[in-house]
């Protein structure tokens, strides 16, 4: 069997959502999972029983086999006994002690010569050498976001547990963080469970990923299966987008880049220092249908495609087109009536290069 952590636990609240999820978290080879879904859905509190801060009602948490929990037997492994290194969503670094002191604060067991070696090994890895005498009210948001991050990897972890790590940043440097993480959780080949709530990090970081909502699991599956394939409306819902593709840059000319995404090429805004390989997300919102022969609007691109698949959302309706890749529209009744969709209508489909998101695939 292969390593891996199972989940299957209960735990109740009065004022919110019952927490009932059944999860495998696979240990090899090293993955990082992340755990999605909206504010509230439970996400943090899962993450909190797998560290073992917080203990459910009832269930049973099993590492390798390893009982950490059981409700019935009441076996609680305490979370230093686990092997985890576990960061916060507002860090928790100790407001007294230097950056060296924080790092080195949980590395017991170690001789001062070996706890000394292994504060500086991981301020090197984390390119925070020069940081090492200075006290977290003197970083900023994103030094103390990486001194967190050595501290929890200090111990050499089998598993990382990282709970909201980018939302603390400012957007410009939460985009570049979080490039930075993903190398970072290859290079040190520890796996990880990553809570979040945006999107483009779950994407960016995750290699699977479980949609929580109101203390539910609703799917597991790569990101991109996820977000481009929900297998319902509540997931559909969490997700917030529909069309998630694998492309490659092909060219970069005025600030836009022209992305091919199988047979097709799709024109899209580029971002400083894209790469060549590109998750290509378009929102069935930014769609707009139009009637083939009809003249052209605006947009940057416009695909010819035929509707497969067309679903009733209440007021809106989500029509599936294939225009060299399925792309996925959201219309108004009246719309649907006007350009008289229906399954094998050929239609042309129209977006702008804005409403394109281009998402690195390393």
Request: proline share 6%.
């Amino acid at each position: 069997m292969a390593p891996e952590i199972t989940l299957n636990i209960r735990k109740t609240f009065v004022d919110r959502a019952t927490i009932a999820v059944q999860l495998r978290l696979p240990l090899d080879p090293p993955s990082v999972t992340i755990l999605f879904g909206p504010s509230g859905s439970g996400k943090t509190t899962i993450l909190r029983c797998l560290a073992g801060l917080e203990q459910p009602e009832a269930g049973t948490i099993l590492c390798n086999g390893q009982i950490w929990f059981d409700a019935a037997t009441h076996v609680h492994v305490p979370p230093q006994a686990r092997g985890l290194g576990y960061m916060a969503q507002d860090y928790a670094l100790f407001p007294n002690y230097t950056v060296e002191g924080n790092i080195a604060y949980g590395l017991s067991g170690l001789s001062v010569q070996g706890k000394k070696a292994r504060v500086n090994e991981v301020l090197s890895l984390l390119q925070i050498t020069q940081l090492a005498q200075q006290k977290p009210a003197q970083l900023s948001g994103g030094q103390q976001q990486r001194v967190a991050l050595a501290r929890a990897i200090a111990r050499r972890p089998q598993l990382l547990l990282l709970d909201e790590p980018l939302s603390a940043l400012d957007a410009p440097t939460r985009t570049k963080l979080c490039e930075d993480l993903r190398m970072l959780l290859t290079r040190l080949a520890i796996p990880a469970v990553v809570v979040t709530h945006d999107w483009t990090e779950a994407l960016a970081l995750g290699d699977q990923m479980a949609v929580i909502d109101e203390g539910r699991l609703l799917q597991t599956g790569t990101p991109q299966d996820v977000f481009s394939r929900p297998i319902n409306a509540d997931v559909a819902r969490v997700v917030g987008i529909e069309t998630v593709l694998h492309g490659r840059v092909r060219e970069i000319r005025d600030e836009l880049a022209t992305v091919q995404v199988g047979p097709v090429p799709v024109i899209a805004v580029a971002s400083p220092g894209l790469e060549s390989d590109v998750f290509v997300c378009i929102r069935a919102e930014d769609v707009t249908l139009e009637l083939a022969g009809s003249s052209e609007t605006s947009a940057r691109n416009h695909l010819r495609g035929t509707v497969q698949a067309i679903t009733s959302l209440g007021a809106l309706v989500r029509v599936t087109i294939d225009c060299g890749f399925l792309l996925t529209a959201l219309v108004t009744r009246s719309a649907q009536s006007e350009l008289r969709l229906a399954i094998g209508s050929d239609v042309r489909a129209a977006f702008k290069a804005g409403s394109v998101h281009l998402i690195p695939r390393r």
